[in-house]
Nanobody, 125 residues
């Protein structure tokens, strides 16, 4: 059974930064793509960013491109999300997810199989 546990969320002022972490249990973390999604109140969950197993290939939503950076440390079974220049519209619950075996890098919910519980990020204006 794979478990994903996020940490690092919190309250930050606009323009500030936060770094989220997602630690995965189970074997073969380094064999799978990982991703981050977010869901704001009253909104559907949306793709934020994804990374392939090696860390060499990444994808970003246009809304976060140039501000957020995804990375991973396969030795620590952890994927990170560095969020800079935060805006109030980035306020959401952020969840990490592990790709299904047949997707090297996912950009949609259907590409992912396992999900964390999420961590709240609140950006004040």
């Amino acid at each position: 059974q794979v478990q994903l546990v996020e940490s690092g969320g919190g309250l930050v002022q606009a323009g500030g930064s936060l770094r989220l972490s997602c630690e995965a249990s189970g074997r073969a973390f380094g064999d799978y793509g990982m991703g981050w999604f977010r869901q704001a109140p009253g909104e559907e969950r949306e793709f934020v960013t994804g990374i392939d197993w090696s860390g060499r290939f990444t994808r970003y939503a246009d809304s976060v491109k140039g501000r957020f950076i995804i990375s991973r440390d396969n030795a620590k079974n952890t994927v990170f999300l560095q969020m800079n220049s935060l805006k109030p519209e980035d306020t959401a619950v952020y969840s990490c997810a592990r790709c299904r075996q047949d997707y090297a890098l996912g950009t949609r919910e259907a590409h992912y199989e396992y999900w964390g519980q999420g961590t709240q990020v609140t950006v004040s204006s």
